[in-house]
């Protein structure tokens, strides 16, 4: 089974350029999931699909970035502009919900590494 | 009271050894638990699920979950030196006004393994 795809690995932009990153998820997984990582921290979610449906985008900086997944597949991720605190580790995730049985298996990409200089 | 606390580490155990690595979360509500073993430079890596209270095993790991002391633990037996990673603790809870499951990372523990 293909895990989760994304693209590019690695990205250098300057402050105020923009940034798109592409996630392609686990086949027959409904929900996808963007994180960002910092440096010694943990991933913090950035937005939620469920197929095409957003369903938690409460920690996503809305002024600069956007997502989008049509089709319920691949998705999408923007940021415009860049600024130097976004400097991170974006990784995407996906995952086979089993409601009302509290499992959430999440499997994640090789994640993008972004540098805002 | 952050939402799910580790020990940050780093964590030094010996070849051979147990390494025992720890967790607490504050949301009495949570439902399930993870454990994801991160390589430096690499993204996090499932390696045990846990859904209810006592141990579960699996080679080498087993997870222990005590809801009503809101812990959760991973015991790392024989540890390897390939073993030395971040290890993130994940919890994970329904949110019925946006219908769906959330999952929330703490930092990870640093667990060296020396040779």
């Known amino acids: 089974e293909a895990g989760v795809a994304q693209s590019p690995r690695y990205k250098i932009i300057e402050k105020r350029q923009s940034v798109a990153f592409w996630c392609n998820p686990i086949s027959g997984h409904a929900t996808l999931y963007w994180y960002q990582q910092i440096l010694g921290q943990g991933p913090k979610l950035l937005i939620q699909?469920?197929?095409?449906?957003?369903?938690?985008d409460s920690q996503l900086p809305k002024d600069r970035f956007s997502a989008e997944r049509l089709k319920g597949v691949d998705s999408t991720l923007k940021i415009q502009p860049a600024k130097l605190e976004d400097s991170a580790v974006y990784l995407c995730?996906?995952?086979?919900?089993?409601?009302?049985?509290?499992?959430?298996?999440?499997?994640f990409g090789p994640g993008t590494r972004l540098t805002v200089l | 009271q952050k939402e799910v606390e580790q020990n940050s580490g780093p964590l030094s155990v010996p070849e051979g050894a147990i390494a025992s690595l720890n967790c607490t979360y504050s949301?009495?509500?949570?439902?399930?638990f993870f454990w994801y073993r991160q390589y430096s430079g690499k993204s996090p890596e499932l390696i045990m699920s846990?859904?209810?209270?006592g141990d579960k095993e699996d080679g080498r790991f087993t997870a222990q979950l005590n809801k009503a002391s809101q812990y959760v633990s991973l015991l790392i037996r024989d540890s390897q030196p390939s073993d030395s990673a971040t290890y993130l603790c994940a919890v994970n809870r329904f949110y019925s006004g946006g219908s769906n499951y959330k999952l929330t990372f703490g930092k990870g523990t640093l667990l060296t393994v020396n040779p």
């Open positions: 846990i859904y209810s209270n």
């Open positions: 949301d009495r509500g949570s439902q399930s």
């Open positions: 699909f469920q197929n095409n449906g957003v369903v938690d």
């Open positions: 995730a996906s995952s086979l919900v089993v409601e009302g049985q509290g499992i959430n298996e999440q499997f």
